[in-house]
């Protein structure tokens, strides 16, 4: 237990005086600025924005800088912040069907249409080390095709609906208002809503061991990406003053539709299954994790036993969010000197009884050994 | 006659939807350009330039039942023309100043729908499509063709 402690302010203010030296490094090297984090360090950014469950670069840059580049700490400031502001309503649901592609590949089919577009991507890199970056040098112009006509995607699944082969994804249902877990507490079992808000917020790392775990037969559910998409939509909200949607401006998703093993019973013919995926930003990775793990969590759904960690919804779920991990794990480091004088007590006391059994049983062994002689 | 009403009520609607839906991505350069053009007109602030969360929708499989992303921040504003026409404004992010000039042009659009179109509408339009088709050309240099692949070695 934590037990409040007095003192050391001056000691915690020369502290933090002194984090705030070690943040800025040396002085002879140029001080980063936020815009520079955005633009060139955009994927901490855009993981930043996810975890953090706030879509705001501008901030999120803000927040790498002021953690040193733990992303963690970023997530947590970037929590913090939203606490501070009031909630406008919620937008209407974003149509990632119509977004504009910047990248978009199947892994189920081949030639479909709209084409695979790999756009700015690592796959099929060398990972090797490139020294010519250490030296500044400028990327030569990218290339083009075409006059810039819309690329037209239809979501890949779309070619298995129409002939009935994969499940059909749940309708809104009228009664059911949205979950949302940044105002209810979480209940089990927890809706498929409440999952993928979880997931979506959820820790990168969390999520992508799961996923790994499913694949290594902790859960094994045989998928497929059907499809990865990352691009722009557009937000569109209604204010109740204005009474029609209007659109607020784009945002970054990164949308993972994974196709995974049949499910079907008497009356349904056997089926493909679906897992989802949708984070902020460019983070594939990300999207994929949690495709496998919202399908790995449907197993009830399909009548499937529980067996392995990704399908045990109340372990993944209250397990992660990061902000939540790390303060529970972190907290260890505050004082407990308290709670540590009562465990010292106890345990002294412990080893007292624990030597005066030992030393008892001593006496009556030698009571015993002389009463034979 | 009612029918003929509403159905101007609506094309109304898709108008202003056009018309805020560009205010919201517009540059502050943009939209300072634009209100120096229509020769800054006076208004009343109705709502100061206020930031808040809006919580982003997805739909379970891109195409089902809603679910709650996570949030983004947003900035809305509204003011008064001295004519009385009140102009409003939500967009994307934390910038009180970009929300503020958005509502005066909504609120000039009101007024006088053409003169917004050419001075804000039409140029801001024509470099965003342009934007657009530079994005679209580049990620089009990126898509794989197989067939290319087999036919070059016939």
């Keep these: 237990m934590y037990v409040a402690v007095k003192g050391g302010e001056r000691a915690i203010d020369n502290a933090h005086r002194l984090l705030d030296h070690a943040r800025r490094g040396d002085p002879a090297v140029p001080e980063i600025t936020p815009a520079q984090i955005d633009e060139q360090l955009a994927l901490a950014v855009d993981r930043v924005m996810a975890e953090g469950s706030l879509y705001d670069r501008d901030l999120a840059a803000l927040a790498i800088k002021q953690s040193r580049g733990d992303l963690i700490e970023a997530i947590f400031l970037v929590r913090a912040f939203r606490t501070t502001l009031p909630r406008f309503g919620a937008s209407e649901p974003v149509d990632s069907g119509a977004m504009r592609i910047e990248r978009r590949v199947s892994a189920t089919y081949k030639d479909l249409p709209g084409g695979q577009v790999l756009g700015p991507t690592f796959d099929y890199t060398h990972r ?201 794990v972190e907290h260890l480091k505050l004082p407990h000197y308290v709670d540590f004088q009562a465990e010292l007590g106890l345990v002294r006391q412990l080893r007292r009884e624990h030597a005066e059994r030992a030393a008892a049983k001593a006496s009556d062994a030698a009571a015993h050994r002389e009463a034979a002689e | 006659m009612v029918m003929q009403l509403n159905a101007r009520r609506t094309d109304d609607t898709v108008a202003r939807q056009h018309l805020m839906a560009t205010a919201a991505v517009a540059t502050l350069d943009e939209l300072e350009q634009a209100v120096a053009r229509l020769g800054r007109p006076a208004c009343q602030d109705l709502r100061a330039p206020e930031i808040g969360l809006v919580m982003l929708r997805g739909r379970m499989g891109g195409d089902g039942a809603p679910f709650n992303m996570g949030e983004a921040t947003v900035t809305r504003a509204a003011v008064r023309l001295e004519t009385g026409e009140v102009g409003m404004s939500y967009l994307l992010g934390r910038d009180p100043s970009r929300a503020r000039l958005a509502a005066v042009i909504d609120a000039v659009w009101l007024r006088d729908s053409a003169l917004v179109e050419t001075v804000f509408l039409d140029p801001v339009q024509a470099r965003m499509e342009a934007d657009r088709r530079e994005a679209a050309a580049r990620s089009a240099a990126t898509r794989v063709d197989f067939f290319t692949l087999v036919r070059g070695e016939d």
């Design chain 1, 128 to 328: 090797l080390v490139d020294f010519a970056l250490a030296a500044g040098v400028s990327p030569p112009e990218p290339a083009t095709a075409g006059q810039g006509e819309a690329i037209d995607a239809p979501h890949v699944t779309g070619l298995l609906d129409d002939e009935g082969l994969i499940e059909v994804n749940p309708g809104a249902q009228a009664d059911h208002p949205v979950g949302d877990l940044t105002r209810e507490p979480l209940e089990f079992p927890a809706g498929r809503d409440l999952r993928l808000q979880n997931l979506a917020r959820g820790d990168e790392g969390f999520l992508l061991a799961l996923g790994y775990s499913t694949q290594r037969g902790f859960g094994r559910t045989h998928p497929f990406v059907g499809e990865i998409r990352f691009g722009e939509v557009e937000v569109a909200f209604t204010p109740e003053e204005l009474g029609f949607p209007v659109s607020l401006g784009r945002v970054a998703l990164t949308e993972c539709e994974m196709v995974t093993q049949f499910a079907g019973t008497a009356e349904v013919a056997p089926q493909f299954t679906r897992g989802y995926g949708l984070v902020f930003g460019q983070s594939e990775r990300k999207a994929m994790s949690m495709a496998l793990v919202d399908r790995a969590l449907r197993t009830r759904e399909f009548g499937e036993d529980v067996v392995a960690p990704a399908q045990d919804e109340e372990f993944v779920l209250s397990h992660s969010d990061n902000v939540q991990a790390t303060g529970f």
